[in-house]
C-alpha cells in the first residue's frame, strides 16, 4: 500500500513531464565483498576504489560511460551497496541517493523493508525526468537484484530490479544473482524513453596493477575468498 502511494506522489510530480521518462540505461552492480552486517572486508573496500578508478569514476581508465557523458544519479539501498559506490560518486561531485534499509537481525524483516525500498527506487528511476534518457548507476543488494526463490514467495508481488525493471522479459537475464558473485555488472539499455527495456548485457569486472588479486570469478563459480581476507565466507562456493 505504501509502495503504491509513493508510486502515485511519484507520478503526480511528473504529471507535467512525459508520459515516459526512463532513463537511456541502468548500471545494476552488487555492493562489495563484506566483512559483516555493518561493513564491507577489505577486499570489498578495495574493490569500491577499483571500480571508481577502472569503471565507474570521472576519467576511469575503462569507463562504463560514452565520451563526454556524467552519470545522472548513482543510487543504493544499504550500508554495504553506499560504501562501495561513494568513492565512485565522488569524483563526480554527486551524493548517493539512498533508499535506505538497515542490517535487522530477522532475515523476513529486513527483506521485507528491502522489498519496499527496491519498489520505491524501480518506481523513482522510471518516473523522474531528470533521469531520462541518461545513464544512473545501482548498486544494490544481490537478492533484490535478481532471486528466483525471493520472488516465489512475494505472492505475486514484485520486489526485485529483474521483475519490476521488466528485465523478466528478456531472454539471458540471470533468474538469481549468485551468492558468491561480486564481480559483475548489469548493463540494461532502453530507448525513447519507453519503461520496457530493448538490450541487456553482463561485464565481468576485470582490475589490472594493484587491485589485479581482487575476485573475477565467472557467474556462479567459487570466489576463491578464504578465513585470511577476513570477509564473510558465507556464499563463497
Known sequence: ????????????WCSFAPAFAAPARIIILRHGEKAGAWKLCGVGQARADALAATYLGRNAAQSLFAAGEEPAAFLAITLHTLELAAPAAATWDLPVTMFSVLPQKA????????????????????ANPAWQRKTVVMVWEHKHIANAKLAAKSSGEAVTLRQLLQLDKLKDVPETWPAANYDYFWIVDYAGGSTTPTGFRMVKQAFGGRYAKLPSNDWGAPNGLTSESECDLKGAE
Open 1 to 12: 500500500m505504501i509502495a503504491r502511494l509513493a508510486l502515485a506522489v511519484l507520478l503526480s
Open 107 to 126: 532475515t523476513e524483516a529486513f527483506d521485507k523493508a528491502a522489498n519496499l525500498r527496491t519498489e520505491e527506487a524501480a518506481a523513482a528511476l522510471l
